[in-house]
């Protein structure tokens, strides 16, 4: 959508080479099947569904994903655990007909606490997403962002319904004020963020096309991508302590080992790694006039430039004394030889984060001035701020506040 040869011509490019490079199968058919108990109920992806477990593929590449809801075929499963096997049969690219065989054993509890604990907020997200997809195609955005709030409201109804009556499970003091454990904290926030999404959010600001082309990328985004396209980080750039940004090489003992997200505060490119910049929350308030800000959607990076950002920032990244009358379309971030120790440090977290989003789209760097008419794309991702259309009237702490209410109605 908006396509520009000057502006997008690299993210084209490099997505182009990565469609045609990537591993891909043909004429390909998927099956899913689970153990006595539970049963297969629902698909979400790009497919065609040939039976009640049997998708028609006519390929399949190594980016797509696909997601299998399942129910209880029986009031109460009574082994300790339920297998799910998936089989996909392929031709690859040389013409070899292959069959790849995937079982997974996962564990069945009748403690409630054991069943909420383990709940993975990202995941859940994922596949409200492509639930709410299929709705926005059955019944419009409006009752979609109605049906991402419910799910909200009856994750709260059904904890505090299987802590109050005999779910097997004290909840600590402080979870009892918040009504969530601890596994699904930010679950409220990320339904919220996920209404306000461009994908789903009202009003007739996001173009036809680039909705259309954000539905489609909704339903094949893997985990990692889709929690930080439904909440995003945003960087602080003009203030990076001086150790942030600084390729430090991973000792021998330590390459095997996978970087821990402390935090969110390390990234991995090749084998250095980098410390990010300080992360704030998606709010205006926490954008300063003298700063710049860098946000990643794991779909593209949008460096916010306020218009009193220092000189000597300004002079290093774009080689120019002042922005005052240049188009921001015009402005680019790009290493080159000579570059300056705050540039260089700032390419680098560029490069780091694009590293970790491999198996998405190309992620191109968009610099925003403060007040042109391209930052209201920006504060689209404010996500924490008040919007104007119906389900996105909530800043978050008024919408935390409103959920839990729903939630707890009854309870009391």
Partial sequence: PRFNAERDGLSFSRDLERSLTRETGWEAVMRVRASRGVRVTNFYGNFFLRGSDLLALPNCDADATFAVEFSHEEKKVVQGAITVQTALLYTNSNGERRIRVLTNCIPVSPNASEVVESGNQDAICNLLAKKSVENVLKNGLEDARRKIQQQ???????????????????????????????????????????????????????????????????????????????????????????????????????????????????????????KLPQLVNLSANCLSSDGAYLLDNGKELLLWVGRALRADIVQSLFGLPSLDGIDSGLLRVVPIQGDNDIKRRICNVVAAIREQRKGGPFQSLHVIKEGEPMEARFRWYLVEDRAAFNGGSFAYQEYLNHVMQQGTRGYR
Avoid: W
């Fill in 152 to 274: 909200c409201v009856d994750t709260l109804r059904s904890y505090k319904s299987a802590t109050s009556y005999g779910g097997g499970y004290s909840m600590p003091q402080q979870q009892q004020k918040q009504g969530l454990p601890a596994s699904l904290n930010f679950f409220p926030l990320y339904t919220m963020a996920l209404q306000k999404n461009p994908t789903f959010r009202g009003g007739t600001d996001v173009p036809l096309d680039e909705r259309a082309a954000l539905l489609h990328m909704s339903l094949r985004m893997p985990i990692p991508i889709s929690k930080v396209f439904i909440y995003p980080k945003m960087y602080v750039m003009h203030s990076m302590t001086p150790d942030c940004g600084r390729l430090v090489a991973i000792p021998e003992n330590e390459k095997k080992n996978p970087i821990s997200e402390n935090e969110l505060k390390f990234a991995v490119l090749g084998d250095q790694r980098l």
